[in-house]
């Protein structure tokens, strides 16, 4: 397999595990791809309705990052917002 295509394969994989986890633990959030900031193979919006905490799904958020990073060695960037 070519390596780009390994990449985005690596990528789908992790991303996909990422949503999976934050669907899993807060139903009723959306998560959306935006542009990334600096470097970050992948950045989220990840919206919140307003009877969450958003330092408690940011930090749900970092230690899942913390945990693709590990096993992917891909970096993904949470920003977390509440819904309008």
Sequence with gaps: MPETMQVEKTLAEATTKFVDVLHHIYSGIKISPIANYEDEDFTFEITIPKNLSIDEVLE???????????????????????EQ
């Design 60 to 82: 749900t958020c970092h230690k899942e990052c913390i945990k693709v990073e590990d096993e992917y060695d891909l970096f993904i960037l949470p920003k977390v917002v509440y």
